[in-house]
């Protein structure tokens, strides 16, 4: 089993910054992929970036360019710095663990890949 919690939301004006954390515990050896989604109200929940274990991320269209992720393995976290904020990105952010491997990039951006999830963090953006 592999537990995580999200931390940094908050509301912000719109161009600007927010960091998110992502605090893993529990199996953690066994996690491959690290994966950020978001909610926005009335809105399927929808994906926004990964790492890769070796530490290569992949990002949605939406988000490239302005977010970024990074991970420390000795701290068990990963971290979504988004840049550049909008009212567009406000929504709920959850961290979601993946401990298996897809050979399809497809199957990485869809939630239901994932295996273990975290309650959310609320990112409000205002204009």
């Known amino acids: 089993q592999v537990q995580l919690v999200e931390s940094g939301g908050g509301l912000v004006q719109a161009g600007g910054s927010l960091r998110l954390s992502c605090v893993a515990s529990?199996?953690?050896?066994?996690?491959?992929?690290t994966g950020w989604f978001r909610r926005a109200p009335g809105k399927e929940r929808e994906f926004v970036g990964l790492?890769?274990?070796?530490?290569?991320?992949y990002y949605a269209d939406s988000v490239k360019g302005r977010f970024a992720i990074s991970r420390d393995a000795a701290e068990n976290t990963v971290s979504l710095q988004m840049n550049s904020l909008t009212p567009e990105d406000t929504a709920v952010y959850y961290c979601?663990?993946?401990?298996?491997?897809?050979?399809?990039?497809?199957?990485?951006?869809?939630?239901?890949?994932?295996?273990?999830w975290g309650q959310g963090t609320q990112v409000t953006v205002s204009s």
């Open positions: 979601a663990a993946l401990v298996g491997k897809y050979s399809s990039l497809g199957s990485y951006v869809k939630a239901p890949s994932y295996d273990f």
């Open positions: 790492v890769w274990k070796p530490g290569n991320t």
């Open positions: 529990g199996h953690t050896v066994n996690i491959s992929t």
